[in-house]
T-cell receptor, first 114, second 111 residues
């Protein structure tokens, strides 16, 4: 089956630093990748949609300068949380899909900003 | 915008059937999904149904779709303790098939 990995699985950083999270599709080419944020005991909120080689489309209320998304290849997308603050602490989940196929989700990255 | 709603909690006894319900508002939804999330983990796709279907069965899982009422359900037969998790329904539409998730139902299976 389709496998999506995320790295790191957990990260703790100091306020003001930047954190990069990687999302990789291991056995398929992901034409589209999605980034979600999940607060404790809440649903997933879509942050942005990215297509390989083009700029990401951000959902309303998501700051594109705060959450930088790069989808440079068909197997890798990165989310960089710039100048992180404690309110950015959350569970970040990516998903990836081939064209005309379903989304497959990564295992998530737990970000804690001190 | 689209809205997907689920009840927050469900408890069942091991061996019984579980039925998790979901309602959605987007009549243009083309696919409806059920995902399972275990603590601290990502989402696992359990099953999905195309909007022109009424029912789909896959081993212990049965999905029922009432398109008129925009109601989706997931039945888990012979529920086991390993089925304890949060179950999300989601609707997908559009060419990118972006997903809108419900709030999730916490299923607890009692011995």
């Amino acid at each position: 089956g389709a496998v999506v990995s995320q790295h790191p699985s957990r990260v703790i950083c100091k306020s003001g630093t930047s954190v990069k999270i990687e999302c990789r599709s291991l056995d398929f080419q992901a034409t589209t990748m999605f980034w979600y944020r999940q607060f404790p005991k809440q649903s997933l909120m879509l942050m942005a949609t990215s297509n390989e080689g083009s700029k990401a489309t951000y959902e309303q209320g998501v700051e594109k300068d705060k959450f930088l998304i790069n989808h440079a290849s068909l197997t890798l997308s990165t989310l960089t949380v710039t100048s992180a603050h404690p309110e950015d602490s959350s569970f970040y989940i990516c998903s990836a899909r081939e064209i005309n196929n379903e989304q497959f989700f990564g295992p998530g990255t737990r970000l804690t900003v001190l | 915008g689209e809205d997907v709603e689920q009840s927050l909690f469900l408890s069942v006894r091991e061996g019984d059937s579980s039925v998790i319900n979901c309602t959605y508002t987007d009549s243009s939804s083309t696919y409806l999904y059920w995902y399972k999330q275990e603590p601290g983990a990502g989402l696992q796709l359990l099953t999905y149904i195309f909007s022109n279907m009424d029912m789909k069965q896959d081993q212990r899982l049965t999905v029922l779709l009432n398109k008129k009422d925009k109601h989706l359900s997931l039945r888990i037969a012979d529920t086991q303790t390993g089925d304890s998790a949060i179950y999300f329904c989601a609707e997908g539409s559009g060419s990118a098939r972006q997903l809108t998730f419900g709030s999730g139902t916490q299923l607890t299976v009692l011995p």
